[in-house]
């Protein structure tokens, strides 16, 4: 009886640890994708592009900062992105692992070239893909261009791209709810747009660097309808209620002196000016604001010129956007979510309106009203004399 | 059982033929008229002499012999009634209670012409004073500790527990070491099965020697194979009065400073002295940090191995190249990495226990310097495992019962060893047998894991919390219905 239950313990043991440890993968075993980039090759397939650390050049504090590379770029020509990945799996030493990635980078070659809808799919269906990590278009160079570029204060150039994102407040551009707004019938994606500038570092040096310069507003099929520069987009983000910091500076009426606001708790609200007549549509954003800057002669304690100044900005948030707003229903892709928003609200209209709603979505007329609340004038009143 | 004889010759020559080379007993007689009719016997070493020769001799040698208040039949009578001035005197009828009553360090007094031996409890011996115990302290509460005799115990809770319904039922156990046992507990508010278990346990025990009250443990435990102890033991005394005023049960042993509580759940070794002594708010927090850092030091390495070898997609990134940088050139896998650096980290523990004081820091130089820092240089251990280790170390002994961590230990090994070989699949199998088998395992009736399973809403606020006092007295009730 004991010698059978021992027997018993030390098969199970034998089969376990025969099994099982050539099962795991030490993490000096495994190659670690912080960044990926599609782009477009002429025959149509694709190349990919992984962007890998290289874990023994990270761990000297200071060393490492100069001359020798912290990553290593690896690309491989392919039909999907898959076929890729193993074309460079098989160029390395370790097990790529694409969990920890923090940054796709697509080129708008590729985009313009290729149906992009199909680049989705291979991202979402494999279980592996982390889609905590954010999409983003690359103007002008090729993704690969992008992921070998270096960083003056990041190791990575998809660090900094992903860092740079988070803290200017967008974190809701992950490639999850990219992929969710591309699945949605009444919302286009907007996708974050970097272009590789070149920036000068200090006296002696100049290094490109890939910076944020606007939105791209994709439609049904994933193909890019037009551009938002950076204060667009802003607008945009805050219209599509995904936005939580805004700022602005308005000349003032007189056109002598500006004034800087910073606007915090936005919302915006959608709703139809005649309940089920959905042909008009009223936009409103809100927001509190906090006055930074003040050149003009008003002085701020003063209650009238309170009133007016707010007044004048929901004067001028709601021009500005207007036109932004004009925009992005010229170009026929839904990026605020307002078929989305009338979706839920009006479903037995939607039933006639989903099948080609971007062509609807231009015919409806959008008003934007603005409802921002001065808060604070800061610390002084009027100008300093 | 053979009686005492009437001659006194034929009791000495039996006395001297049973303590035959032992040095330490003396004879010491008593002759009238050129024949011996007195014998003392006694043990030395083991009897207060000051009282022998005070209550014994004294009266013996100067008064002479008593005046009589009664006729008296027997010499040994005599002595009993009217001369020795000694509350605990009794008789002994046969040779075999003499020789152990003798060897328990009575005075035996053997007269001519007498069928019994007239025994007198003068026994006293060196004894360890009281003393604050050193691996149960506190912060606040009583400083005292067992000692080793059990009277000063059964007094130590007698002065805690002032009532009649505190009983202590003796037990004699071990065929050469004859240990007091006693049986502790509250009548009426012990529970009646526990205790006829317990006493008919305690009748079965066959042991040559019993040492350390360690010795009747095993024998109570039900579970022998488990490797989570059934009996709680301490040397604390305010502990054990608590217990018996909860209903538990405590069995002194002659000889050790560990008295033994039954029946124990899980959670009572997790749980200190100090939680009671301290402001309840103080207490929920300390819990909590104890609780936590069980199941670190428990699971640390194996969520370690698990997580970095199988899982390493649920690190967060710049953590897991981090741990990939430390890792880059060792040249062991993280188990057996991590296994190596537990298997050191208990070698050292086990060797702090055993080196005399004035090698203590040795160890700690050897382990600190020679082990860590010098094999993380040499790239044999990575960083990370060392920090994982020593973590685990450190959340062990927050526990505050010793001999509760030992299980604790234990099943780290083989939680450690399953997570390398199947990663979370593995530690998760650990933990559920782990849990199968406490949920099956029983301290004498009680469910080990109660009040959490089998589910008590009452007794849980004692486990998680402890609530004040007075909440558990039920007096916010009272106060309500006024």
Redesign the interface.
């Known amino acids: 009886m004991t010698r059978s239950v021992l027997l018993t313990i030390v098969f199970l043991l034998l089969v376990?640890?025969s099994?099982?440890?050539t099962?795991?993968?030490?993490?000096?075993q495994?190659a670690?994708v912080?960044g990926t980039g599609v782009d477009h090759v002429e025959d149509g397939t694709m190349e990919v592009s992984q962007q890998i650390?290289i874990?023994?050049q990270?761990?000297g504090q200071a060393e490492s900062s100069g001359n020798s590379n912290s990553f290593v770029v690896m690309s491989a020509k392919g039909r999907g992105i898959f076929e890729a990945s193993q074309k460079i799996q098989k160029k390395m030493s370790r097990r790529v692992?694409t969990?920890?990635r923090?940054l796709n980078a697509i080129s708008e070659e590729f985009l313009i070239k290729n149906d992009g809808r199909k680049l989705f799919d291979k991202l979402n269906r494999d279980p592996?893909n982390?889609l905590r990590d954010i999409t983003v278009l690359i103007k002008g160079r090729s993704a690969k261009d992008y992921l070998m570029l270096k960083h003056p204060i990041e190791r990575l150039s998809s660090i900094s791209s992903g860092k740079e994102l988070q803290i200017n407040g967008l974190r809701r551009f992950s490639t999850r709810q990219f992929i969710l707004d591309s699945l949605s019938e009444g919302i286009r994606p907007l996708l974050p747009v970097l272009e590789i500038k070149d920036f000068k570092e200090n006296d002696k040096k100049t290094d490109p660097i890939a910076v944020l310069s606007g939105f791209a507003a994709l439609n049904k099929k994933l193909k890019v309808k037009g551009i938002l520069d950076v204060d667009e987009s802003s607008a945009v983000i805050w219209m599509a209620g995904k936005g939580s910091f805004h700022a602005i500076t308005i000349p003032w009426k007189n056109g002598k002196g500006i004034l800087a606001f910073r606007l915090t708790h936005l919302q915006r609200r959608i709703r139809s000016v005649h309940g089920n007549d959905l042909k008009r549509i009223i936009l409103t954003v809100k927001a509190q604001a906090y006055l930074i800057e003040n050149t003009t002669s008003l002085d701020m304690s003063e209650v009238d010129n309170m009133i007016e100044v707010q007044k004048y900005v929901n004067e001028e948030i709601q021009k500005e956007f207007q036109i932004t707003m004009n925009k992005v229903q010229q170009w026929e892709t839904d990026v605020i979510g307002i078929g989305e928003h009338l979706h839920r609200k009006y479903p037995y209209w939607w039933k006639a309106q989903k099948d080609d709603w971007d062509d609807n979505f231009k015919k409806v007329q959008v008003t934007v009203k603005s409802n921002i609340r001065l808060k604070s004038v800061g610390t002084s009143g009027g100008q300093i004399k | 059982m053979s009686a005492i004889s009437r001659n006194l010759k034929e009791n000495e020559a039996f006395l001297r033929e049973r303590f035959f080379n032992c040095s330490d007993i003396v004879f010491r007689s008593f002759a009238l008229n050129d024949e011996n009719v007195l014998l003392l016997v006694y043990l030395d070493g083991m009897t207060r002499l000051q009282g022998i020769e005070d209550n014994i001799l004294k009266p013996l040698i100067f008064n002479g012999l008593p005046q009589g208040i009664d006729r008296l039949s027997t010499l040994a009578e005599t002595f009993r009634r009217e001369w020795l001035p000694l509350t605990n005197l009794f008789t002994d009828e046969t040779q075999e209670d003499l020789v152990q009553h003798i060897l328990q360090g009575n005075l035996g007094i053997l007269v001519d012409g007498d069928a019994s031996a007239l025994i007198a409890q003068v026994h006293g011996y060196e004894t360890r004073g009281i003393q604050e115990p050193k691996k149960e302290s506190t912060l606040r509460g009583s400083k005292e500790g067992f000692v080793e005799n059990i009277r000063t115990n059964t007094s130590l809770i007698r002065r805690r527990i002032i009532h009649p319904d505190l009983k202590m039922e003796s037990y004699t156990i071990g065929k050469f070491t004859q240990t007091e046992v006693i049986l502790a507990y509250m009548q009426g508010i012990a529970d009646e099965k526990v205790l006829s278990e317990v006493r008919g346990k305690l009748g079965k025990i066959e042991l040559n020697g019993v040492i350390e009250s360690a010795y009747i443990e095993e024998w109570l435990e039900n579970n022998s194979f488990s490797i989570f102890s059934q009996i709680q033991n301490t040397e604390r005394p305010d502990i054990v009065a608590a217990s018996l005023i909860e209903g538990k049960v405590a069995l002194l042993t002659n000889g050790t400073p560990f008295a033994l509580i039954l029946p124990i759940t899980f959670w009572s070794g997790l749980q200190s002295a100090d939680d009671y002594f301290e402001r309840f708010v103080f207490v929920i927090l300390n819990r909590f940090i104890r609780y936590v850092m069980t199941f670190i030091s428990l699971a640390l390495p194996a969520l370690y191995v698990a997580l970095s070898t199988f899982h390493p997609e649920m690190i967060p990134s710049s953590l897991m190249i981090g741990i990939a940088t430390a890792r880059e050139n060792s040249p062991f896998p993280s188990v057996m990495e991590v296994f190596i650096m537990m298997f050191i980290f208990d070698g050292l523990q086990e060797a702090g226990v055993h080196l005399p004081n004035q090698l203590g820091p040795v160890v700690s130089i050897i382990g600190a310097l020679v082990i860590g820092q010098a094999a993380v240089e040499a790239g044999i251990i990575s960083t990370p495992i060392i920090i994982v280790i020593s973590l685990t170390g450190i959340a062990a002994y927050t526990i505050p019962r010793y001999s509760a961590t030992l299980p604790f230990r234990l099943v780290r090994y083989l939680l450690m060893f399953i997570s390398g070989m199947l990663g979370f699949v593995g530690f998760a199998f650990g933990i559920i047998f782990l849990l199968i088998h406490l949920v099956m395992l029983e301290s004498f009736g009680t469910p080990y894991l109660s009040p959490v399973a089998p589910f008590d809403g009452r007794r849980i606020k004692d486990m998680i919390i402890r609530y004040p006092f007075w909440i558990k007295n039920g007096r916010n009730k009272k106060w309500r219905q006024r």
């Open positions: 376990l640890s099994s099982g440890c099962d795991f993968v030490e993490p000096n495994l670690f912080i650390v874990p023994s990270l761990s692992m969990s920890h923090i592996a982390n």
